[in-house]
């Protein structure tokens, strides 16, 4: 029999399923020396967010075949190492979106009829019936941010209780979104518009603090916003005047930016309510990620093809070393493209050139379209399933080769929003990713951490002005480059930082003489 060993609590079902195809043996709370001597023979390790799944383990396991997450996020298995010993990963993207979508509706009728505080005035021995008055859903509009499963989800109740929906999500066609009877506005607009705001997107550079001051200055009165996706996309200082001040009507929150949430002054507040983080927390949801996962773990050792791999172990390492490296560089190119672009992507050109415009680039290409969606989705985008994304969300992928290049084994790549373009050529210089070209500028930077992409007119000072800047914010410059065409036209300037730069420096920069445009990238 495959011996299956379970290290976190998997809910009876899921043990039952894998009862089916194999001897599963339940060891929980395993210290690191323990787990190292159980998964020597295990064929299938079953985890939670609990076990790392780290290099060690996974070079210790002898026989193992796959690895089966029972949830979303793979963070604490090293994908890496599974793929290169030719390891299965599974995971449940979906077990908790019901979960999820119905902790927003809860915490939105909560919210709109003062439920927490009327049940606390109630056990406090109260009888007051008019403190409490509250508004309904019916007729409101719902502005959803990020209309990914989740945000689909909340739409479908929304509209259940009568609500009109928008959404804000640069990456999601308009065709999509009028399919399901939502209108696609810019994120100012659905600020003004909404009686209801709910978050459903990432944490990322672009996203932290996308709700600030000045957004939440732009709602109604009346506005009521809610967050169950990630703490941080809120600016809870701001958060806080708002509704200290009463410019807004109620938040009701699941996530903070610090959690737990100590000595938060937003709890402080009677306009706010909150939960624990509970978004997952239902006996649906883990049930459901166990049997998901369960069920996935069945067919690979049955040899059916599973759904929810996340990983794609199949070339021989020899092959695998060779592709590898332009693998990481593809992921970053698309990481930065993404990062670049003002609107949604619609169309790719992927050019390989060189001798691996000679090698097998289906592995390359599923690194760079990881790279460019990562950014924008909450979870679970991964080798497999990016293509698929990519498909589903309208972005057309075209590829071609060249079979020389000035750069030698080099990757071009040529993106199109529906207002801008952008083409970054790459390479690997030294083991590492090199960017050789930003729309047609020639430039030799690494491509780590945090950086400045500046567009700007090649003037005596220009660059001074931008270093004195930074500087004059205590943001640090490590590196520069600038690549330009001719004396006094257009360049484009790199600057390697050491901080994170505030949305504030980018504007003042922005309004420098000489500047035309800057992004800040955050790899």
Same mark, same amino acid.
């Given at each position: 029999m495959v011996k299956i060993l379970v290290t976190d609590p998997l809910h009876e079902d899921a043990i039952k399923i894998l009862e089916e195809v194999g001897d599963v043996e339940i060891a929980t709370g395993l210290s690191k020396e323990e787990l190292l001597e159980k998964v020597k023979d295990a064929e299938v390790l079953v985890v939670r967010s609990g076990t790392k799944v780290t290099r060690e383990v996974i070079e210790n396991a002898e026989k193992l075949k796959v690895i089966g997450r029972a949830g979303v996020g793979v963070d604490n298995i090293d994908l890496d190492a599974a793929t290169e010993k030719g390891i299965i990963v599974v995971n449940a993207p979906d077990a908790s979106s019901i979960s999820v979508a119905e902790l927003t509706m809860g915490l939105m009728l909560a919210a709109a009829r003062n439920i927490p505080q009327a049940t606390a005035s109630l056990k406090r021995g109260e009888w007051d019936r008019k403190s409490f008055k509250g508004i309904e859903l019916y007729?409101?509009?719902?502005?959803?941010?990020?209309?990914g499963r989740i945000g689909q989800q909340v739409a479908k109740r929304a509209q259940a209780f009568g609500m009109n929906i928008i959404a804000y999500d640069p990456y999601i066609p308009?065709?999509?979104?009028?399919?399901?009877?939502?209108?696609?506005v810019d994120l100012n607009t659905l600020c003004k518009e909404s009686d209801f705001i709910t978050l459903h997107v990432p944490l990322? %550079?672009?996203?932290?603090?996308?709700?600030?001051?000045?957004?939440?200055?732009?709602?109604?009165?009346?506005?009521?916003i809610v967050n169950c996706a990630r703490g941080g996309l809120i600016d809870e200082k701001a958060l806080y005047e708002a509704l200290k001040e009463k410019k807004i009507r109620a938040a009701a929150l699941d996530?903070?930016?610090?959690? %737990? %949430?100590?000595?938060?002054?937003?709890?402080?507040?009677?306009?706010?309510?909150?939960? %624990?983080?509970?978004?997952?927390?239902?006996?649906?949801?883990q049930k459901s990620a166990g049997t998901i996962?369960?069920?996935?773990?069945?067919?690979?050792?049955?040899?059916?093809p599973a759904e929810n791999v996340v990983n794609l172990p199949m070339l021989p390492p020899e092959k695998m070393s060779k592709i590898k490296p332009y693998m990481v560089l593809a992921e970053k190119l698309g990481n930065i493209i993404i990062q670049l672009l003002d609107k949604s992507v619609r169309k790719i050109e992927i050019?390989?050139?060189?001798?691996?415009a000679k090698e097998k680039t289906d592995l390359i290409k599923r690194a760079f379209l990881k790279g460019l969606l990562s950014p924008i989705l909450l979870a679970g985008i991964n080798l497999v399933n990016a293509p698929v994304i990519a498909k589903n969300r309208n972005i057309k992928v075209v590829e071609g080769t060249l079979s020389e290049s000035e750069y030698g084994n080099a990757i071009k790549v040529i993106a199109e929003g529906e207002t801008d373009k952008v083409s970054i050529t790459g390479t690997i210089a030294n083991g590492k990713p090199m960017l050789c070209e930003i729309n047609g500028y020639k430039v030799n930077f690494s491509p780590e951490?945090?950086?400045?992409?500046?567009?700007?007119?090649?003037r005596p000072g220009t660059i001074g002005r931008v270093c004195l800047t930074l500087g004059d914010y205590g943001i640090n410059i490590a590196g520069m480059q600038v690549g330009r065409e001719s004396p006094g036209g257009e360049s484009i300037m790199l600057l390697d930082v050491d901080h994170v730069v505030p949305e504030e420096v980018v504007e003042k920069i922005k309004k420098l003489e000489n500047i035309k445009d800057m992004k800040v990238i955050n790899l």
């Amino acid at each position: 029999m495959v011996k299956i060993l379970v290290t976190d609590p998997l809910h009876e079902d899921a043990i039952k399923i894998l009862e089916e195809v194999g001897d599963v043996e339940i060891a929980t709370g395993l210290s690191k020396e323990e787990l190292l001597e159980k998964v020597k023979d295990a064929e299938v390790l079953v985890v939670r967010s609990g076990t790392k799944v780290t290099r060690e383990v996974i070079e210790n396991a002898e026989k193992l075949k796959v690895i089966g997450r029972a949830g979303v996020g793979v963070d604490n298995i090293d994908l890496d190492a599974a793929t290169e010993k030719g390891i299965i990963v599974v995971n449940a993207p979906d077990a908790s979106s019901i979960s999820v979508a119905e902790l927003t509706m809860g915490l939105m009728l909560a919210a709109a009829r003062n439920i927490p505080q009327a049940t606390a005035s109630l056990k406090r021995g109260e009888w007051d019936r008019k403190s409490f008055k509250g508004i309904e859903l019916y007729g409101k509009t719902l502005g959803i941010v990020g209309l990914g499963r989740i945000g689909q989800q909340v739409a479908k109740r929304a509209q259940a209780f009568g609500m009109n929906i928008i959404a804000y999500d640069p990456y999601i066609p308009e065709e999509v979104a009028n399919s399901l009877g939502i209108k696609l506005v810019d994120l100012n607009t659905l600020c003004k518009e909404s009686d209801f705001i709910t978050l459903h997107v990432p944490l990322t %550079p672009k996203t932290k603090h996308m709700i600030g001051k000045e957004q939440i200055n732009l709602m109604k009165k009346n506005a009521i916003i809610v967050n169950c996706a990630r703490g941080g996309l809120i600016d809870e200082k701001a958060l806080y005047e708002a509704l200290k001040e009463k410019k807004i009507r109620a938040a009701a929150l699941d996530v903070f930016e610090e959690e %737990p %949430p100590k000595d938060n002054p937003l709890l402080t507040l009677d306009n706010v309510i909150g939960t %624990p983080h509970q978004g997952a927390s239902t006996e649906e949801a883990q049930k459901s990620a166990g049997t998901i996962v369960a069920e996935q773990i069945k067919k690979v050792l049955k040899g059916e093809p599973a759904e929810n791999v996340v990983n794609l172990p199949m070339l021989p390492p020899e092959k695998m070393s060779k592709i590898k490296p332009y693998m990481v560089l593809a992921e970053k190119l698309g990481n930065i493209i993404i990062q670049l672009l003002d609107k949604s992507v619609r169309k790719i050109e992927i050019v390989y050139a060189g001798e691996l415009a000679k090698e097998k680039t289906d592995l390359i290409k599923r690194a760079f379209l990881k790279g460019l969606l990562s950014p924008i989705l909450l979870a679970g985008i991964n080798l497999v399933n990016a293509p698929v994304i990519a498909k589903n969300r309208n972005i057309k992928v075209v590829e071609g080769t060249l079979s020389e290049s000035e750069y030698g084994n080099a990757i071009k790549v040529i993106a199109e929003g529906e207002t801008d373009k952008v083409s970054i050529t790459g390479t690997i210089a030294n083991g590492k990713p090199m960017l050789c070209e930003i729309n047609g500028y020639k430039v030799n930077f690494s491509p780590e951490g945090i950086f400045c992409v500046i567009k700007h007119i090649d003037r005596p000072g220009t660059i001074g002005r931008v270093c004195l800047t930074l500087g004059d914010y205590g943001i640090n410059i490590a590196g520069m480059q600038v690549g330009r065409e001719s004396p006094g036209g257009e360049s484009i300037m790199l600057l390697d930082v050491d901080h994170v730069v505030p949305e504030e420096v980018v504007e003042k920069i922005k309004k420098l003489e000489n500047i035309k445009d800057m992004k800040v990238i955050n790899l």
